[in-house]
């Protein structure tokens, strides 16, 4: 142990701890910037310095590790002096336009220069910004970037992808595009890690509230919302709610208030995308189509535009079923269409996800009978639907629960845990199980692919299945740095696999980069919970069993995998 003080309290702390970390645990929390534990810890911003006594000098507090004996002030005169310039500097390269940005009430910069009392900003302003292509799903404002680097370390590290780099020296030093590129040529997976790690507003969502508020307004337009599983666990903590009390029924009023016609729970085509998926990879397995590959899961839209880029290879062993918000959408556009007497135009659908990459993911077309368009419509964030929640000025409390809307009503809890990791694979193989011995397993009986925390066991679960004395062999990641790794080792053949689900954002849909942002903090796991919670409490637990996905294939998709079914629920990659 160490012995050191701080602010005055003589503390113990474990040898290698930073000076930053030392004063947390002993609660004297240190302000900064561009840190992120174990991602970024390269003093950039200079936010975190402290004074060490005797030395008659200022230290960064993150990277600097606790030595015996050390006395450290935490906010001397000359500690503040410091930070505030520091902070003033970093201003003086900021556009500083609080009211019209996206973080605005949720910004580190906004925080701490308010906490320091800033109240003028003593340097000459020097801000360039550079274009940028408006109609991409991520959009970056280099006037509002502060160089803290914690995009460019997320992408690297987390997501190995390398898409931002740092251009220029000296003053002139900026993030970028690697290589001066274009972010649309560039291979980004729109997993929006680099915008819920950033610290201001420099990186967001593309805003597609308007084009809903449009279609809410335009008269002729029948507007028809679904809410994906993720969406639940997080939607409250942006607006004071405790998990507990923002339930998925209270998005369903809040979306009915603001003039939505219909709304829907993106559960209910999860449930469908099992029963495609589930016999697709029954299908597949059987006929020893998977000798050398395993079949992957494709319904996160990070993760296809991932495999297209960097393992174009792998694409054919992608499952051609389409996601739950695309299953929607044609669903929406035809079996509902033609339930209320609507022509698909007639229809506008709207998808609230946890996601950026799922605004690049509706952009695929529609084809069925003489129809070809959009099942998707426009797709927002959870950030996106709070947004819209602000400005319809609906409070919270006075929110109630609703019942999502028929004949598309009925969700499992095998479609709720869709939102965590290794969520997809569970729910496949409680119906793969079901398909396969013509009963169904005890509904637990395949957790082990469930995560034992965030990003433990670097993102991979592994489990080996029994079913009917076939042995089944699974696999499950998330983050596409883990993805990169697990990949890796199966083209080397040091793993084998019959089924793996891989979702982009590190703990599945729950840490997606539409979710509301809390700096530093990764929230995914505790999520996660949230919908485990959900499906151990729920009446039906097998996706074979909702009610109103069997009335779907009665009445209209006649069976799983159906020319019907292939044509409206199926894709090519
Ligand atoms: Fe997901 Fe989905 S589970 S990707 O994470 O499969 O975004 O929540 O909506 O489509 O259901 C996201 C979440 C979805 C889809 C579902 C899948
Ligand atoms: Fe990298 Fe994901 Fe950001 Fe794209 S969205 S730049 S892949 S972190």
């Known amino acids: 142990m160490v012995n050191l003080t701080i602010d005055g309290k003589q503390i113990s702390v474990k040898e290698n701890t930073t000076i930053m970390e030392a004063a947390r645990q002993n609660g004297i929390p240190i302000p900064k910037l561009c840190y992120l534990k174990g991602i970024n810890e390269i003093a950039a911003c200079r936010v975190c310095v402290v004074e060490l006594e005797g030395k008659n000098r200022l230290i960064t507090s993150c990277n600097n590790v ?27 390269q900021h556009d500083c336009q609080c009211v019209t ?18 109240l003028d900003i003593p340097f000459e302003k020097e801000i360039e910004r550079q274009p940028w292509n408006q109609d991409f799903p991520l959009i970056r404002d280099s006037a509002k970037c502060i160089k803290c680097m914690r995009c460019i370390q997320v992408c690297d590290k ?73 969406v639940r666990t997080s939607w409250g903590e942006q ?9 998925i029924g209270k998005i369903m009023d809040s979306l009915k208030r603001m003039g939505v016609d219909y709304v829907f729970d993106t559960v209910f085509s999860a449930d469908l995308t099992i029963m495609e998926e589930a016999n697709e990879f029954v299908q597949r397995f059987t006929s020893g189509e998977l000798k050398d590959r395993p079949m992957f899961t494709s319904c996160c839209p990070g993760w296809v535009r991932f495999a297209k880029s960097q393992y174009p290879h792998l694409v054919k062993y992608l499952s051609t079923a389409k996601s739950p918000q695309e299953m929607f959408g044609a669903v929406m556009k ?3 269409a033609e339930k209320i007497g609507k022509s698909p135009e007639e229809i ?53 629960d609703i019942e999502s809307d028929s004949p598309m009503h009925d969700g499992t809890g095998a479609g709720v845990i869709f939102g965590a990791t290794g969520g997809v694979m569970e729910a496949a193989l409680r119906t793969a199980y079901a398909i396969i011995t013509g009963e169904n397993p005890e509904a637990d009986a395949f957790k082990a692919v469930r995560s034992s925390g965030f990003n433990a066991n670097d993102g991979v679960m592994e489990a080996e299945l029994n079913i009917n004395g076939i042995k089944v062999r699974t696999a499950v ?18 793993v084998k696999y019959d089924f793996v689900e891989v979702m982009a954002c590190p703990g ?44 779907l294939y009665d009445e209209y998709m006649e069976k799983p995998m159906s020319h019907k079914a292939h044509m409206l629920l199926h894709t090519e990659h």
């Open 239 to 247: 607006i004071g709610l405790k998990p507990e009390e923002a339930t």
């Open 66 to 92: 606790a030595e015996e004996g050390m006395v450290i002030h935490t906010n001397s005169p000359k500690v503040r002096k410091d930070r505030r310039t520091n902070v003033e500097l970093i201003l003086s």
């Open 334 to 336: 035809t079996y509902f």
């Open 348 to 400: 506008y659908t709207v998808s609230v996800m946890p996601c950026v990459a799922k605004k690049a993911e509706r952009e695929k077309e529609l084809f069925y009978n003489e129809y070809a368009g959009h099942g998707v419509d426009t797709v927002i964030t959870t950030r996106e639907l709070v947004k819209m929640m602000r400005s319809a000025h609906i409070s919270p409390d006075t929110l109630q």
């Open 508 to 551: 599945g849909c729950v840490g997606g980069g539409g979710q509301p942002i809390h700096d530093g903090e990764e929230l995914a796991f505790e999520r996660g919970k949230t919908l485990y919670a959900l499906d151990k409490n729920a009446d039906l637990r097998f996706s074979h069993e909702n009610p109103d996905i069997q009335k």
């Open 158 to 230: 987390v997501q190995k992808l390398s898409v931002w780099d740092v251009e220029g020296t000296g003053s002139r030093t900026t993030v970028n595009v690697a290589g001066h590129g274009k972010i649309e040529d560039a291979p980004c997976s729109l997993c929006g890690q680099c915008i819920t790690h950033c610290p201001v507003g420099a990186l967001r969502e593309r805003d597609d509230t308007e084009k809903v508020w449009d279609a809410i307004a335009d008269e002729k337009k029948t507007v028809v919302v679904q809410v994906a599983p993720a």
């Open 477 to 494: 990641v998330s983050g596409l740095g883990n993805t990169r790794n697990l990949l890796d080792k199966m083209e080397k053949g040091e």
């Open 101 to 118: 940005c996206a973080r605005s009430g949720n910004c580190s910069l906004q925080k701490i220069a308010n906490d320091l009392n800033i």
